[in-house]
């Protein structure tokens, strides 16, 4: 017998409640489902069903951890105890600058993926327009919105926990239509398996969209932006918790519908190709349901992408962390910048020197799954200066963490720095191709 829960008056104060004491995690949410994220775990879910869930399960587990790490150093640390400030002190400030130019150069990579997805779906829905006109639309956009605020952390909180929760929402809601396979998703879920001929760019961008260590790094500049201390710890784990299930949820979702739906008969290689797994909650309107959603999630991954590689790059250097200052918002226009100009050039190139008409966006979405992938190149000294900083105890006033904390700090950056390996070997050709160097 079906059994009808009807929120009750307790219920809607404690999540009303929760919604309110809650923030940082879900800023870094709203980066990691960005174009790249949802175009990745729906060409995953179309090429290979529900065979890879396992993966983005565990890339989504090992990203909670890490960012739940990142809090407690966020929290613990004194309010003028920074990241790189911690990584100048143990490793030298010539480490923590090239760090820093490495992770910026990463952010301008993702850049390079949401500009990209941006002008897939708008150049779907409005193909008399040049796709390259887009990217510089929503990177001036991007710009002016950054600069016009004085407090820019309580507006991009607020902004990203809708944006996420109503993707998490629609998501849902179509997944009610799909009819997924049940016995599926418990497979997919639960037995580790690497498909026979599986694309490793595909692979590697999934995990580098998922598992993003320069998101997780983000964190504590957020807690500290927020004004979290210690007094604070409960509800910064309420928000890690509640976060790293949307974000990781949502990504479930997308790939479990795309296998439903796509599998295998579907190749995602357009917008209006993923756009087809919401024919069933918005039939005719599938298309522009998805493609506005697409732009909603590049447009939060525009403003959080830059100020990440912005933050970090000012850090690095050895000016600070914060996001209201001056010299972030120039290094965040750079990212935006770089990424706009790379995505413009790819796009200049799978559509002829004009860019203009319905042109095919199969190279788009190939480079936006290379742009993922290729960001795992800038991972080594990102996990070097993770370790070091998630096993200082000074810069947490001595508290240590306990021997099964330790072995996930060490088996989350294996993973990474494996993934990183293989990107390295994969990445290349299909980089040299996209470039039409090889």
Known sequence: ????????????????????????????????IGPGS?????????????????????????????????????????????????????????????????LFLMCATFQFGNCLGVSASLGTLIPTIPRAMWPAVFTVAAIVFMFSLKRIYGIIEKLMMFLLLLMLLAFLVNLLWARPSIAGIVAGACIPTIPSGVDWVTVGGLVATTFAIVAAMFQPYLVKAKGWTEKDLNNATLDTVLASVTYTLIGCVIMITAAAVLHPHTTIDSAAAMASQLQG????????????????????????????????????????????SIPTKIFASFVLLVGMATSMSIILLSSGSSGLGPAETQIEVKAIAVAQAVTM?????????????????????????????????????????????????????ELAALLGLG
């Open 281 to 324: 909650a918005f039939g005719a309107q599938a298309k522009v349901v998805f493609c506005i959603g697409l732009c909603a999630a590049a447009f939060s991954s525009f403003i959080i992408a830059s100020l990440i590689g912005g933050v970090l790059l000012n850090d690095g250097l050895g000016f600070g962390g914060r996001l209201e």
């Open 377 to 429: 190149l800038a991972v080594p000294m990102a996990t070097v200066a993770t370790v070091v900083v998630l096993l200082d105890r000074q810069a947490v006033k001595g508290r240590s963490l306990r021997l099964w904390v330790k072995v996930f700090i060490l088996f989350g950056s294996a993973v990474l720095l494996g993934i990183a390996f293989i990107m390295y070997l994969k990445v290349r050709p």
């Open 38 to 102: 949802v175009t990745l775990m729906s060409r995953t879910g179309a090429l290979y069903g529900y065979s890879l869930l396992w993966l983005a399960i565990l890339s989504g587990a090992l990203m909670a951890g890490f960012i739940a790490l990142f809090m407690r150093f966020g929290v613990y640390s004194e309010a003028d105890t920074t990241v790189f400030g911690v990584v100048a002190a143990k490793l030298g400030r010539p480490f923590a600058v090239l760090c820093g130019l490495s």
């Open 1 to 32: 017998m079906d059994v009808l829960i009807v929120p009750t008056d307790s219920m809607i104060k404690f999540f009303a409640s929760a919604l309110r004491h809650v923030g940082p995690a879900f800023v870094v949410g709203a980066c990691i």
